[in-house]
């Protein structure tokens, strides 16, 4: 979900402005001076594509008399933007200022007098002092991606200078003020235009945007808007559906987010927040797709532990075990009969889960003879944090009604595959 200009971010999804978000972003003022050093770039390049029509006309000049004058070629060949500044516009959008810009532009020029004299030659602009001012907005379109527009825009020059190139230097200095303001006048009206089109275009390149994102063979996550921006004056907050499906089919959960919100520090550039709703959602979607489930053998157990997988091992508390299958490794079944139920708190996420283990007996020709079948009710608190860049998480269990061995399982193969899945959000 990456774009260059971080401070046009984002409103999407007019039939879902009732919908409370899954996930929530804030981008601080800090967000935005990043945006902004991006977007002067684009504006940057977009003002040098400034095209300036061919000028001609006549002006009396004493004591020659009339002068017929055409200036023609002209094209940008520098622009320079050292002063910008962005601020957020509660309720609306962002402001853009940009102040003591210049424009170099060359072009050139030919001049005719007493009917029969002709001269030409060429000439260098100078426009200091560029002002522009221009307003933001954030739409949403019909696809539930980002648009953006300029809702309005001034831009003033304060001085412009012509340097002649070729023929009768004292000529052209007679009406050299003339030529000033003409062409003043006609670079000041292509400074806004360009504008809105650098915004514009970054509109097809909102188009391209994907508001899902798959996860896995199993997981999908649409991380569409469910209501505009809030901007207020220190900060943009973007509500996002933040809702796991399964991949190809968008069957939704039998619970719906609830409302939340998130602290009201600004002192980095991002916050992100995550609510119950977008981790129940996937923990849905992978029960629903036979996911939750894990075979366990015995080289997964480890190599510290007293306890092995074996007939051995479960004889000492189930002794037809070690009698009817002597000597024989064993396979665990782990898997939830029922979708995980995840609470949040701060800083720590506890994960209610319903499951079964399921024990075979791995007999000479490979085969598995089931041996019993445990009902497993356990509770795992989650220590959440962020690891370069990745949503990450530490899993440590507490279980009812369950044996040493299992504890064993559970902490060296269940709990280390958990945390290491965990890290999927970039």
Same mark, same amino acid.
């Given at each position: 979900?990456?774009?260059?200009? @971080?401070?046009?971010?984002?409103?999407?999804?007019?039939?879902?402005?009732?919908?409370?978000?899954?996930?929530?972003?804030?981008?601080?003022?800090?967000?935005?001076?990043?945006? !902004?050093?991006?977007?002067?770039?684009?504006?940057?390049?977009?003002?040098?594509?400034?095209?300036?029509?061919?000028?001609?006309?006549?002006?009396?000049?004493?004591?020659?008399?009339?002068?017929?004058?055409?200036?023609?070629?002209?094209?940008?060949?520098?622009?320079?933007?050292?002063?910008?500044?962005?601020?957020?516009?509660?309720?609306?959008?962002?402001?853009?200022?940009?102040?003591?810009?210049?424009?170099?532009?060359?072009?050139? @020029?030919?001049?005719?007098?007493?009917?029969?004299?002709?001269?030409?030659?060429?000439?260098?602009?100078?426009?200091?002092?560029?002002?522009?001012?221009?307003?933001?907005?954030?739409?949403?379109?019909?696809?539930? !991606?980002?648009?953006?527009?300029?809702?309005?825009?001034?831009?003033?020059?304060?001085?412009?200078?012509?340097?002649?190139?070729?023929?009768?230097? @004292?000529?052209?200095?007679?009406?050299?003020?003339?030529?000033?303001?003409?062409?003043?006048?006609?670079?000041?009206?292509?400074?806004?235009?360009?504008?809105?089109?650098?915004?514009?275009?970054?509109?097809?390149?909102?188009?391209?945007?994907?508001?899902?994102?798959?996860?896995?063979?199993?997981?999908?996550?649409?991380?569409?808007?469910?209501?505009?921006?809030?901007?207020?004056?220190?900060?943009?907050?973007?509500?996002?559906?933040?809702?796991?499906?399964?991949?190809?089919?968008?069957?939704?959960?039998?619970?719906?987010?609830?409302?939340?919100?998130?602290?009201?520090?600004?002192?980095?550039?991002?916050?992100?927040?995550?609510?119950?709703?977008?981790?129940?959602?996937?923990?849905?979607?992978?029960?629903?797709?036979?996911?939750?489930?894990?075979?366990?053998?015995?080289?997964?157990?480890?190599?510290?532990?007293?306890? !092995?997988?074996?007939?051995?091992?479960?004889?000492?508390?189930?002794?037809?075990?070690?009698?009817?299958?002597?000597?024989?490794?064993?396979?665990?079944?782990?898997?939830?009969?029922?979708?995980?139920?995840?609470?949040?708190?701060?800083?720590?996420?506890?994960?209610?889960?319903?499951?079964?283990?399921?024990?075979?007996?791995?007999?000479?020709?490979?085969?598995?003879?089931?041996?019993?079948?445990?009902?497993?009710?356990?509770?795992?608190?989650?220590?959440?944090?962020?690891?370069?860049? !990745?949503?990450?998480?530490?899993?440590?269990?507490?279980?009812?009604?369950?044996?040493?061995?299992?504890?064993?399982?559970?902490?060296?193969?269940?709990?280390?595959?958990?945390?290491?899945?965990?890290?999927?959000?970039?």
């Amino acid at each position: 979900m990456s774009l260059c200009c @971080w401070f046009i971010l984002l409103a999407f999804i007019p039939e879902a402005l009732s919908t409370d978000p899954g996930v929530i972003v804030k981008l601080t003022d800090k967000g935005l001076e990043y945006g !902004r050093q991006l977007g002067m770039a684009v504006i940057q390049k977009q003002l040098l594509t400034i095209k300036v029509a061919d000028i001609s006309g006549s002006e009396s000049v004493s004591p020659i008399g009339s002068v017929e004058y055409r200036l023609s070629n002209m094209h940008i060949v520098d622009v320079g933007l050292p002063k910008s500044e962005v601020d957020l516009v509660p309720g609306s959008g962002v402001r853009l200022f940009i102040g003591n810009a210049f424009i170099s532009l060359h072009g050139d @020029w030919k001049v005719k007098y007493l009917k029969i004299i002709k001269d030409s030659g060429s000439f260098d602009l100078n426009v200091n002092g560029l002002t522009i001012s221009t307003s933001i907005a954030i739409k949403s379109d019909e696809t539930g !991606r980002p648009a953006v527009s300029t809702v309005d825009c001034v831009a003033s020059i304060s001085s412009v200078r012509v340097i002649f190139h070729g023929g009768a230097s @004292w000529l052209y200095n007679l009406f050299t003020s003339f030529i000033d303001r003409s062409l003043r006048n006609a670079i000041q009206t292509q400074v806004c235009p360009s504008v809105a089109n650098a915004v514009s275009q970054l509109n097809s390149q909102l188009k391209t945007l994907n508001v899902v994102a798959q996860v896995d063979q199993y997981a999908e996550i649409d991380y569409s808007m469910v209501s505009s921006p809030m901007v207020s004056q220190s900060s943009i907050d973007l509500s996002l559906k933040g809702e796991f499906y399964n991949v190809g089919k968008h069957q939704e959960p039998p619970f719906s987010p609830t409302p939340f919100s998130l602290s009201s520090q600004l002192s980095n550039m991002l916050y992100f927040g995550m609510s119950a709703f977008t981790a129940n959602s996937a923990a849905f979607v992978y029960n629903s797709a036979g996911a939750l489930s894990l075979y366990i053998t015995d080289d997964m157990i480890p190599h510290t532990s007293l306890f !092995r997988l074996n007939t051995m091992t479960f004889g000492a508390f189930i002794p037809q075990v070690a009698k009817l299958f002597p000597g024989l490794l064993m396979k665990l079944l782990v898997q939830t009969v029922k979708t995980p139920v995840i609470t949040f708190e701060p800083n720590n996420a506890t994960i209610q889960a319903t499951g079964t283990v399921t024990a075979y007996a791995i007999l000479p020709n490979t085969t598995l003879s089931p041996l019993f079948v445990l009902n497993l009710e356990t509770s795992v608190s989650t220590k959440v944090f962020v690891r370069e860049m !990745r949503l990450a998480g530490a899993c440590v269990p507490s279980v009812k009604s369950l044996d040493n061995f299992l504890q064993v399982v559970l902490k060296g193969v269940v709990i280390p595959k958990v945390n290491g899945e965990f890290l999927y959000f970039t």
